[in-house]
């Protein structure tokens, strides 16, 4: 079986039906894969599932394979890239079918809290923190998702993840001037 | 009197911030997304997009499971799957494709060689022009033509006088 690394760019690109035959099979699984975790919030049928992998395959090839001849090998490998289409594409077909549903349990509880409408949010400064800093502590505190995900995605060792969430931290206390807690057990 | 609040933990002073950005970020391209997730772009350029992925659930969310699903082996996908994505090229695409004739296959071949399509259609121009010029050019090949047909009708007069003298017994 091919593999998509293999897979002959420019034939495909151009037409050719057993080229295009030998990117699918190689391609199916991330799609397959794809789709069906998006489409898991939507709570859609093995049938919707199929249909916006074959929705996938559809923007692929049209307009003579216009999206593919978009794909940039320099930048991204085609796993990654056909990953993201796919995604898009199965987003796109949810959203024509019915509007996301999502288990409570699957919701971080952040999602579900009720804001407390006495208690004005403090605005961040605009340069205060970084965007990876405000991004690792949205992951940790909005998402719920624990150092060594975050470490995964973001390319990064779970230390860089500690330590610019303390950095971030140390800043946000410094600027709001909030002790925390540990100095306030040392001081007192 | 003073009364000692208790510091706020990390979990509590995040929750106190108004995170939401007044303007939304810019959208986000499939191709940047793919580029990022790859840990392929430049400083400032993945700070755009770790900007756009902080303020959208959405595009957080995609980010984890995107990471997740292209990190490890997939199961088969449906046989199904793949018979109806194949049946949607046809070999009619190739013949379409190849409708341009031998010079959109003289640019490709050239492509793949990295020489530029002005290069290759200047080449193509001075071969057709040289093979020309080879074979005497419009003002001999019309001469040419005007002999050949001259020399066919000569012919076919000198057969018709001869046929006429012939029947007659001169």
Redesign the interface.
């Known amino acids: 079986m091919t593999d998509l690394n293999q897979i002959d760019l420019?034939a495909l690109k151009?037409?050719?039906?057993r080229t295009?035959?030998a990117f699918?099979?190689a391609s199916?699984?991330?799609?397959?894969?794809?789709a069906r975790?998006?489409l898991s919030a939507y709570r859609l049928s093995e049938e919707d599932i199929?249909d916006a992998?074959?929705d996938v395959?559809?923007r692929l090839?049209a307009n003579?394979f216009r999206l593919l001849k978009?794909?940039?090998p320099t930048?991204?490998?085609l796993?990654?890239?056909l990953?993201?289409?796919a995604?898009?594409t199965a987003?796109d077909y949810a959203r024509r079918r019915r509007q996301a549903t999502s288990p409570i349990d699957d919701v971080p509880e952040?999602?579900l809290?009720v804001e407390d409408r006495h208690?004005e949010?403090?605005?961040?400064p605009e340069g205060l923190l970084?965007?990876?800093q405000?991004?690792i502590?949205?992951?940790l505190?909005?998402?719920e998702?624990d150092v060594g995900?975050i470490a995964?995605?973001?390319?990064i060792d779970a230390q860089t993840v500690r330590s610019t969430h303390h950095k971030a931290?140390l800043r946000?206390?410094e600027h709001?001037r909030?002790?925390?807690?540990e100095?306030?057990k040392k001081r007192g | 009197m003073t009364v000692e609040r208790n510091p706020l933990s990390d979990k509590e002073l995040w929750q106190r911030l108004a995170t939401d950005q007044d303007v939304a970020p810019a959208a986000v391209s499939d191709m940047d997304f793919a580029a990022w997730l790859e840990g392929r772009l430049s400083e400032t350029a993945a700070a755009r997009i770790e900007a756009a992925v902080a303020a959208d659930p959405a595009l957080r969310r995609a980010a984890l499971d995107l990471a997740d699903i292209l990190g490890k082996p997939l199961p088969e996908a449906p046989a199904r799957m793949a018979v109806r994505a194949q049946a949607l090229v046809g070999f009619e695409a190739e013949r379409q494709a190849r409708r341009g004739g031998w010079l959109v296959e003289f640019l490709s071949w050239g492509a793949t060689l990295g020489v530029p399509r002005a290069a290759m259609v200047t080449a193509a121009v001075l071969v057709a022009a040289s093979g020309f010029m080879l074979g005497g050019g419009l003002g001999q090949s019309y001469a040419q033509q005007k002999y050949v047909v001259a020399s066919n009708q000569a012919t076919e007069n000198s057969s018709e006088l001869t046929a006429l003298y012939t029947t007659d017994g001169i």
């Open positions: 420019q151009a037409g050719s039906k295009w035959d699918v099979v199916t699984p991330l799609i397959n894969a794809v975790r998006t199929m992998a074959q395959y559809v090839c003579e978009t794909y940039d930048r991204a490998g796993s990654t890239w990953a993201v289409v995604r898009s987003v952040t999602a809290a208690v949010k403090l605005r961040i970084t965007e990876r405000t991004l502590l949205k992951y505190y909005d998402e998702r995900e995964d995605l973001l390319k931290l946000l206390r709001f909030e002790e925390d807690p100095s306030a």
